[in-house]
């Protein structure tokens, strides 16, 4: 089964930045759409940002207020998600996730592949 793999987590103080990377050699752009999500712990995960099937369009939910982008996919198949101005409510497990037949990727009932996702700890 192909597999996503999330990375670039950690330990940041806030209003500090991460750039968190998700692995996707298996999932062709023009047949798959793909999103980042958080899960806070009891919640269920809920999407920061989406990228469009083909890669170049990119969608994020008013919570994230800017803060995060999602840079146009590259050639080597990495999904990258810029976080800036880190608070500490972002502290959470995030996830990217693949969407087969979706035009975008924002609902998480429609992932149909997830990456093992990366811990994000925004702390002085």
């Known amino acids: 089964e192909p597999r996503l793999v999330d990375s670039g987590g950690g330990l940041v103080q806030p209003g500090g930045s991460l750039r968190l990377s998700c692995a996707a050699p298996e999932f062709p752009f023009n047949g798959f759409s793909f999103g980042w999500f958080r899960r806070r712990p009891g919640h269920e995960r809920e999407v920061v940002a989406g990228?469009?099937?083909?890669?170049?369009?990119?969608y994020y939910p008013a919570i994230v207020n800017g803060r995060f982008t999602s840079p146009q996919v590259d050639d080597r198949h990495m999904l990258n998600l810029q976080m800036n101005d880190l608070k500490d409510e972002a502290t959470d497990t995030y996830y990217c996730?693949?969407?087969?037949?979706?035009?975008?990727?924002?609902?998480?009932?429609?992932?149909?592949?997830w990456g093992p996702g990366t811990q994000v700890t925004v702390s002085s």
């Open positions: 996730g693949a969407c087969g037949t979706s035009l975008w990727c924002r609902n998480p009932h429609a992932v149909g592949y």
């Open positions: 990228i469009k099937r083909g890669g170049k369009d990119t």
